[in-house]
């Protein structure tokens, strides 16, 4: 997400929020009565043709109700979410104002109960502008595409995911309160975690007292196959501990070249900003840092304000956000921020509106 593109573009965010209409057949009425509820259950009852049909003496109307052959089973659901993204950052290639947006579609379904067979979908064209460089929206060139396909379920005490779009550290816990404005801070300072392996496998462990363990391995997808000398395997592993005012999670990340340390840490007392943390380095001694302060129900909404480096090297150079997001009711997030990304030439400052759909 991006920072704060010039705030006198809100209004005109403000008018992408008009009530959308949706066209639905007397079919599937029932789906779309649900249609802002966060999660819709696609199930056997909502795929119904319900016809009304003339007696044969003419004396009134009744009902019938016909289920459609191969509906969805009562244990598949579907979200939807949408962000558009509404600025400009100047010193980039293009100072103009820009409109872009991302879509995602998540099809669940369980097995056995305690199992899940996960379906992500995502579309848009949130990659084609300077704004979106920084803000990390989904970009597939306004069509939709399969993002990844995967597989949870238990194994003794612990959870295991498998499939593709699977990062080995998907078990990870964490120790961020951050709410994030761009894609930088979104890491928590802890960008490396999980490497580059598209298709993997994790598992976690929950102790129950607050400690948590967490690994995976995986590598890319292709020919290359998994875990060859062809092939850029990588291994995670981490320890967390998490309480309800404060955390902290270390991290191994082994990516076939290079080895990261990570750490992340956080704060949130009750009454008070929630304060996070992240540090990592890797075998050649590069090093990134992360700060964050979160302040919740300031006004109807709450601010973000961080800072992270821009890349883990050995040149300090860092990226600052600063961000206000307000629920306009439970399905739309209005959040306008600002940042400045340091560089060895001139800096970039981003003023950027975006408007968040869930339903």
């Known amino acids: 997400m991006k920072l704060f593109k010039h705030l006198l573009v809100t209004p005109a965010v403000l008018g992408l929020i008009a009530p959308v209409t949706v066209n639905a057949t007397e079919s599937n009425l029932d789906v779309i009565s649900n249609l802002y509820q966060e999660n819709i259950d696609l199930n056997s009852k909502s795929f119904t043709n319900k016809k009304s049909l003339l007696l044969s003496g003419g004396e009134g109307l009744v009902e019938e109700t016909a289920t459609i052959d191969g509906s969805f089973s009562e ?68 069509v939709l595409t399969l993002d990844g ?50 298709s993997a496998f994790a598992v976690g462990y929950d102790f129950g007292n607050g400690f948590t363990l967490a690994g995976g391995a995986g590598g890319g997808t292709g020919t290359d196959g998994f875990f060859t000398a062809e092939d850029d395997s990588t291994i995670g592993l981490e320890a967390a501990y998490t309480a309800d005012t404060y955390g902290v999670s270390v991290a191994y990340t082994d990516d076939e070249d290079t080895t990261y340390y990570s750490v992340q840490a956080m704060l949130a007392p009750e009454g008070f900003p929630s304060i996070s943390v992240g540090y990592e380095t890797d075998d050649d001694d590069a090093d990134a840092i992360f700060a964050g302060l979160t302040f919740d129900e300031v006004g109807p909404g709450s601010v973000s304000l961080g800072l992270a480096s821009t890349e883990l090297s050995e040149d300090d150079y860092y990226q600052y956000e600063l961000s206000y997001s307000y629920p306009l009711n439970d399905g739309v997030t209005i959040t306008p921020g600002v940042f400045i990304a340091e560089s060895a030439d001139e800096d970039a400052t981003g003023v950027v509106v975006t408007t968040s759909f869930s339903f």
Not at 187 to 193: A, I, N, P, Y
Request: glycine content about 16%; overall charge negative; some cysteine.
């Open 149 to 198: 396909v995967s597989y949870t379920f238990p194994l003794g005490g612990a959870t295991v995911i498998v499939g593709d779009g699977v990062g080995v550290d998907d078990m990870n816990t964490g120790a961020c309160a951050y709410s994030a404005f761009t894609d930088l801070l979104g890491d928590c300072g802890t960008s490396s975690v999980g490497g580059s392996a598209d």
């Open 75 to 142: 244990t598949t659901s579907a979200s939807f979410g949408s962000t558009f993204y509404v600025g400009s950052v100047e010193n980039a290639s293009s100072e103009s104002t820009t409109f872009s947006y991302d879509f995602a579609m998540d099809l669940t379904t369980s097995f056995t109960g305690e199992d899940s067979l996960d379906v992500a979908v995502i579309g848009g064209n949130a990659s084609e502008t300077a704004v979106d460089g920084y803000m990390g929206g989904d970009g597939t060139g306004d």
